[in-house]
């Protein structure tokens, strides 16, 4: 009967210091989520555009819920971020894109989506004149 008792104390104990270290990771990690939730959205976005008619490209940088006019193009970065792992990152950014050009009522967005630079053919930008490239995510 002693036996059984020391064994139910032992047991109450390991609970007790088990429910402790689970209160106790709570408390911390969820600070540290955060605090690492801040580095992988960024505020910019950097993305490359190339004209197809002169055959010359260039960088803009976007500040996010921005719109940056580029030539015929207004373009707006809603969000951006980057991948937590480090093996191999991934930058994605939802994107809406107008051409003031078009009048086509039908149409407001020639490009509203998200885009991934490591596969831009996945949701792809269909323009005659403009290609763009998703670059950077900070």
């Not at 990690?29 to 992988?40: H, R």
């Not at 010359?56 to 991948?83: M, T």
């Not at 809406?96 to 996945?122: L, Y």
């Amino acid at each position: 009967m002693m036996k059984l008792k020391k064994n139910i104390q032992a047991g109450q104990n390991n609970f007790l210091l088990i429910l402790i270290y689970f209160i106790f990771i709570n408390l911390i990690i969820p600070n540290n989520v955060l605090a690492n939730k801040e580095n992988y959205e960024g505020k910019f976005i950097e993305i490359k555009i190339l004209d197809k008619v002169s055959s010359k490209n260039k960088l803009l940088k976007i500040e996010i819920g921005k719109e940056k006019k580029f030539k015929d193009l207004l373009i707006k970065a809603l969000r951006c971020k980057n991948s937590e792992f480090d093996d191999n990152p991934e930058i994605t950014a939802y994107l809406q894109v107008k051409d003031q050009n078009n009048r086509n009522n039908d149409e407001v967005f020639v490009f509203n989506g998200w885009t991934f630079s490591s596969s831009p053919s996945i949701t792809l930008f269909d323009h005659p004149v403009y290609d763009i490239w998703l670059i950077r995510c900070y």
